[in-house]
């Protein structure tokens, strides 16, 4: 019981201590910049013309993108044939590639 | 600044007015910048993380709903910009910058003829998410739900902070004496 008091007290003295030492840090550690309100109004309009900018940007490219998607479906659509052959080549191309690849590579480690 | 004219000026601040918002950030700029010194112990980067909160705070003056005070969004705004600080310098492995940090504060003490108490040296090495809770608990007076808020964390992690801080500033306090 005795013991429990003299933590208390103990803990009691340390935020005492520590508010204090707070105190004396808010009168000592002015901010070295203290802009008057038209300086942050200049840089207040500044980051509002830059976050605008950012926000069109992405509309900008949602919209591109939403496009595009719409454009392909619409194609797939009207012309399956076309995307049919469009897609066969170029499933070609890719396995082609490949098989170049590993027949190349083969090719090199018999040489050894 | 009362709450009234503060409230009247957010108002206008989300509708808008730069003017208004440029009011609210000159009156708030030393209280946020304080608050930081005390978070970081150090004043240079106390005042680059007050000029990236007030940023934050001009971009997304309009998601401010009021459910708690303007001084508390943006000690939350702040808090979570100095965490994240902290991280990306504990990757570049800044344990000696941390020591450095702690020695610009004391110079700042010293060259004003200053005492730099032990206390203080105790406070600066303990780990910044202890410091805080004990600020936030102590010194602001918020209660541990709103610490648990302001931080992203239960309510009892906020008090196991606060109560391992403190038994590590006694116990080495103890020491000290000794």
Redesign the interface.
């Known amino acids: 019981m005795r013991d429990k008091e003299i933590d208390d007290e ?2 009691t003295r ?2 005492q ?3 204090g ?2 105190n ?3 009168k ?11 300086a ?2 200049q ?3 500044a ?2 013309r830059e ?1 605008k900018r950012t926000e069109k940007r992405e509309n900008l490219l949602f919209l591109l993108i939403a496009l595009t998607v719409i454009g392909g479906c619409l194609f797939v659509y009207s012309y399956p044939y076309v995307y049919a052959i469009v897609q066969g080549l170029g499933l070609a191309v890719a396995v082609g590639v490949v098989a170049v690849t590993v027949f190349s590579r083969k090719g090199k480690r018999h040489e050894f | 600044m009362s709450q009234e004219r503060e409230r009247a000026l957010i108002q206008q601040a989300q509708r808008g007015d730069s003017a208004a918002l440029a009011s609210l950030i000159h009156e708030h700029y030393s209280f946020v910048f304080k608050y930081l010194v005390k978070v970081s112990m150090d004043p240079k980067m106390a005042e680059d993380l007050a000029q990236d909160t007030m940023i934050r705070c001009m971009e997304n003056i309009g998601r401010y709903d009021g459910s708690s005070l303007f001084s508390s969004w943006l000690i939350t705004i702040a808090t979570r910009l100095f965490i994240d600080k902290t991280r990306r310098k504990k990757r570049e492995n800044s344990w000696m910058k941390q020591e450095e940090n702690a020695r610009r504060l004391r110079w700042n003490y010293e060259s004003q003829q200053e005492d730099w108490t032990d206390l203080l040296d105790l406070m600066s090495r303990l780990p910044a998410d202890q410091r805080i809770a004990i600020l936030l608990k102590h010194y602001y007076g918020y209660t541990y739900d709103e610490i648990g808020t302001l931080l992203g964390i239960p309510a009892g992690t906020a008090k196991s902070r606060v109560s391992c801080g403190l038994t590590e500033l006694r116990k080495e306090a103890v020491r000290h004496e000794r």
């Open positions: 103990f803990e340390l935020i201590e520590l508010s030492e707070w004396r840090m808010d000592l550690v002015p901010p070295s910049l203290d802009l008057p309100p038209s942050w109004e840089r207040i309009q980051v509002w976050k």
